[in-house]
């Protein structure tokens, strides 16, 4: 049942970092009741988003006083790579997407490889030495 217990719970668990479904279950819902809720509660519905952006305001704080408090420049490179992606990401996220990559390896023959004897019927040469021995060590008996 709807209730503002309910949302403030939700809104609360939002606002920690919980992901939507795990606000909805420890509010004792499921995800498809709370997305109902959003529909039908307009006021629930930006209750969420104001959580949601609570959330982010206070997990980014995190690195950003380890980058500007702490002079963490790891940190700081962190947030720049993620935050000015076009200037800042590593070069290897900068290749477009649909861009082939080939990667030619010249690797020599393994040892493991059969030939095949070119008068055999599709036995490895091996197999066949095997059998000519096999049939030469029963023909001596």
Same mark, same amino acid.
């Not at 959003?38 to 629930?44: G, N, Q, S």
């Not at 995190?62 to 076009?86: G, H, I, Y």
């Not at 649909?98 to 004897?117: C, E, G, S």
């Given at each position: 049942?709807?209730?503002?217990t309910?949302?403030?719970?939700?809104? +609360? !668990?939002?606002?920690?970092? +919980? %992901?939507?479904? /795990? @606000? !909805?279950?420890? &509010?004792?819902?499921? =995800? &498809?009741?709370l997305? *109902?809720?959003k =529909? =039908?509660?307009? *006021?629930?519905?930006?209750a969420?988003?104001? &959580? *949601?952006?609570? @959330?982010e305001m206070?997990? %980014?704080?995190?690195?950003?006083? &380890? !980058?500007?408090?702490?002079?963490?420049?790891?940190?700081?490179? *962190?947030l720049? #790579?993620?935050r000015?992606?076009?200037?800042?990401?590593p $070069? $290897?996220? =900068?290749?477009?997407? /649909?861009?082939?990559i080939?990667?030619?390896f010249n %690797?020599?023959r393994?040892?493991h490889?059969l030939?095949?004897? $070119?008068?055999?019927?599709? %036995?490895?040469?091996? /197999?066949?030495? #095997?059998?000519?021995?096999?049939?030469n060590? /029963? $023909?001596?008996?």
């Amino acid at each position: 049942m709807y209730n503002q217990t309910r949302v403030a719970l939700i809104c +609360n !668990a939002i606002a920690k970092g +919980n %992901l939507i479904q /795990t @606000a !909805a279950a420890a &509010a004792g819902i499921n =995800k &498809a009741t709370l997305y *109902e809720w959003k =529909k =039908k509660y307009p *006021e629930f519905n930006d209750a969420i988003e104001l &959580a *949601e952006a609570a @959330a982010e305001m206070e997990l %980014l704080n995190v690195p950003w006083e &380890a !980058a500007t408090k702490d002079k963490n420049w790891r940190a700081a490179l *962190e947030l720049m #790579q993620r935050r000015f992606r076009k200037h800042w990401a590593p $070069s $290897s996220e =900068k290749l477009p997407p /649909t861009q082939p990559i080939t990667i030619n390896f010249n %690797l020599p023959r393994p040892a493991h490889v059969l030939t095949v004897d $070119s008068t055999a019927k599709h %036995l490895p040469q091996n /197999t066949t030495n #095997q059998t000519n021995n096999q049939t030469n060590n /029963t $023909s001596k008996k």
